[in-house]
T-cell receptor, first 117, second 113 residues
Framework: GESVGLHLPTLSVQEGDNSIINCAYS??????FIWYKQESGKGPQFIID?????DKRQGQRVTVLLNKTVKHLSLQIAATQPGDSAVYFC????????????????FGKGTKLSVKP | DTAVSQTPKYLVTQMGNDKSIKCEQN?????MYWYKQDSKKFLKIMFS???????INETVPNRFSPKSPDKAHLNLHINSLELGDSAVYFC????????????FGPGTRLLVL
């Protein structure tokens, strides 16, 4: 079946640098995407979302970019801090005929971000 | 004032036992979910449920069954536990409407011996 995947399983950055986490999705009919952050021992935490009618959305220190042409999603974190160290997941919501009638999310494999002080 | 809570946080049990994990959300959300996260951190949906419909992921064994006593609770009951059931189980909830972001509980770490 179709699924969401990530290009890089691990990413190590220096504190203060910008981080970019990438995600490729295969279901071109998906119309809603979310980035989650999961710290060790905790549940996933919502970071930012974007609908397919947008190509960019900004939050506090985070920006999500959506390129529907190549089915690519990225999360940019500005001035990365030690507290940003976590596993980051992208998730997509397929249309209802793919089980999306209740907003079901399909998660990617996750990227572990490590921030070096 | 925890939004989505799960009990227990840790569960260690023997193969063949039956166990339940409880989930409660105080957000007034309409739909609740159960996910399984394996040792490689892969998150996979098991069930989604609102007062209208239960959607079951076809890959979930019928030993797993969700039970919802009311809109704020969705418990997970597991019969005849197997070694492969060891994982972290997350409950999540969402309000119907435009924003489809789900809020997750802290997880229940299940270890089957």
């Amino acid at each position: 079946g179709e699924s969401v995947g990530l290009h890089l399983p691990t990413l190590s950055v220096q504190e203060g640098d910008n981080s970019i986490i990438n995600c490729a999705y295969s279901n071109s009919a998906s119309d809603y995407f979310i980035w989650y952050k999961q710290e060790s021992g905790k549940g996933p935490q919502f970071i930012i979302d974007i609908r397919s009618n947008m190509d960019k959305r900004q939050g506090q220190r985070v920006t999500v970019l959506l390129n529907k042409t190549v089915k690519h999603l990225s999360l940019q974190i500005a001035a990365t801090q030690p507290g940003d160290s976590a596993v980051y997941f992208c998730a997509e919501t397929p249309p209802s005929n793919y089980g999306g009638s209740q907003g079901n999310l399909i998660f990617g494999k996750g990227t572990k971000l490590s921030v070096k002080p | 004032d925890t939004a989505v809570s799960q009990t227990p946080k840790y569960l260690v049990t023997q193969m063949g036992n039956d166990k339940s994990i409880k989930c409660e959300q105080n957000l007034g959300h309409d739909t609740m979910y159960w996910y399984k996260q394996d040792s490689k951190k892969f998150l996979k949906i098991m069930f989604s449920y609102n007062n209208k419909e239960l959607i079951i992921n076809e890959t979930v064994p019928n030993r797993f069954s969700p039970k919802s006593p009311d809109k704020a609770h969705l418990n997970l009951h597991i019969n005849s536990l197997e070694l492969g059931d060891s994982a972290v189980y997350f409950c999540a909830s969402r309000r119907d409407g435009y924003h489809l972001g789900q809020y997750f509980g802290p997880g229940t770490r299940l270890l089957v011996l």
